[in-house]
């Protein structure tokens, strides 16, 4: 088995494999793993007696290598273990490191107001794959963490709702699949299982994918929220307001006491501009709520009756 190191962790490795049949990251101890290299390879000798010498790999054998010296111009033998590609900078991540704080696949904000994943741990330096699709080195200084919103959600090409851990796939460009990582604004990050470049991460708009777990001509493939509830089975308006006996609407619950249960409540807005979007409640006023939503983290003020809450199911129920 070979691939490419995507991070170390103390003395555990962490593996993409390049073999075919293998697509998932292998976790492996330092002691179990060597260097690979190929002829034509370009490779420093960092230890042992040639320490310092550079030059390009003629012949591989097991875990020797022959190389031809750039300062002699003469064929030298040594242990793959004592090399380094020459434009490969890269160190194992210690705890002490200040990218040792960051994660494989970790969605970060580069540049202030960027947003980005992390596809490799390099020392103090984090390869990232940013909105715009990317790939740059970045010093660990130079990033901030994000939390990831688990709760997050956009529409698809046909205006069906995907979250994150959805399986999604490209309708236009390369038609790539994968499972979302990430839902940033209008773009969300991708892993594929079939791609090996940049830890299997790609970037699409939310509109240049589409949800495979939906079926053609299901209720939540037409976009429309009132169809959405009831393939969710949501009671409608006009049933279980939650007075007296057998009421199983949203109301006795949550409008009880002096401070309104809505607070905190998880919501999906159901009509407008912002339909469709899940947030948090952080405050209600009278007729309206202020939502922080779950995708861009912005405050907007909203009618109650344009909300529909999630409840311990998982499932929305509209606001009565």
Known sequence: V????????????LVHPQVAGLTETLRFSAKQLRKRFQPGNHVKVVSGRNAG???????????VV??????????????SKDLRDSGDSSVLLNPNTAASQFELYELVTVDENVS???IKIEGDNLQIIDQN??????RASQISRRK??????????????????????EVRGENRDGTVLHINRAFSFVRSKEQFENAGVFVAPNRNLLNVGVKAGSDSMTGDINSYMRANQMPMRGRGRGRGRGGTGFTAMNRRGPRDKLVSATVMITSGPYKTYI????????GKARVELHTNSRLISIEKRQLAVQNSSGNFLPYE
Do not use: P, W
């Not at 010498?53 to 875990?63: D, P």
């Not at 022959?66 to 242990?79: C, H, P, Q």
């Open 2 to 13: 070979y691939g490419v190191v995507v991070s170390v962790d103390g003395t555990e490795v």
């Open 53 to 63: 010498e550079a030059g390009m790999i003629v012949a591989v054998s097991e875990n």
């Open 66 to 79: 022959t190389l031809l010296s750039e300062i002699s111009s003469k064929e030298i033998t040594v242990f």
């Open 116 to 118: 980005a994943v992390v």
């Open 133 to 138: 699709g990317t790939v740059r080195m970045a």
């Open 148 to 169: 990831t919103n688990q709760n997050a959600a956009a529409t698809d090409s046909r205006d069906s709702i995907f979250r994150v851990g959805d399986q999604v796939r």
């Open 279 to 286: 947030g948090i409640v952080k405050e209600v006023t009278d």
